[in-house]
Nanobody, 125 residues
Framework: QVQLVESGGGLVQAGGSLRLSCAASGLTFSRYTMGWFRQTPGKKREFVVAISWSGGSTYYADSVKGRFTISRDNAKNTVYLQMNSLKPEDTAVYYC??????????????????WGQGTQVTVSS
C-alpha cells in the first residue's frame, strides 16, 4: 500500500533551519505532485508548498516564500523541505501529501489522496 513517511522534524531556535524529508513507497512517485502542509491544534490544515512530478514547477504559500525550498529526488522516491529563517509561527505538525491530478497551484488539501503521518516542528523564540 502507499506509504509516505516524514522525518527531520524537531526543536529549533528562531532563525534556525531544519530539513524535512518524505519517503514514498507503494506508488509511482515520479507521476505525483507532492505537497507539504502544516497544522496546529484547532486550526485547519494549511498549504505550505507543492512541487510538480518533474520538479520543474513549484508553488509556495506567501508565508514561507523566500525561506522554504522544496525539492525532490525521483530516483530516491523522496521529497524534501528545506526550512530556513524559521519563526515561532512556523511551529506545527508538517505533513507531506501526494496527488496525481491537478497542478501545483491548487492548494486544496482535498485534492491530495495520500498523506504521511506528520512530523512535529517546534520553533522557540
Amino acid at each position: 500500500q502507499v506509504q509516505l513517511v516524514e522525518s527531520g522534524g524537531g526543536l529549533v531556535q528562531a532563525g534556525g533551519s531544519l530539513r524535512l524529508s518524505c519517503a514514498a513507497s507503494g506508488l509511482t512517485f515520479s507521476r505525483y505532485t507532492m505537497g507539504w502542509f502544516r497544522q496546529t491544534p484547532g486550526k485547519k490544515r494549511e498549504f505550505v508548498v507543492a512541487i510538480s512530478w518533474s520538479g520543474g514547477s513549484t508553488y509556495y504559500a506567501d508565508s514561507v516564500k523566500g525561506r522554504f525550498t522544496i525539492s525532490r529526488d525521483n530516483a530516491k522516491n523522496t521529497v524534501y523541505l528545506q526550512m530556513n529563517s524559521l519563526k515561532p509561527e512556523d511551529t506545527a505538525v508538517y505533513y507531506c501529501a501526494a496527488k496525481l491530478w491537478g497542478g501545483v497551484t491548487t492548494a486544496s488539501a482535498t485534492e491530495y489522496g495520500y498523506w504521511g503521518q506528520g512530523t512535529q516542528v517546534t520553533v522557540s523564540s
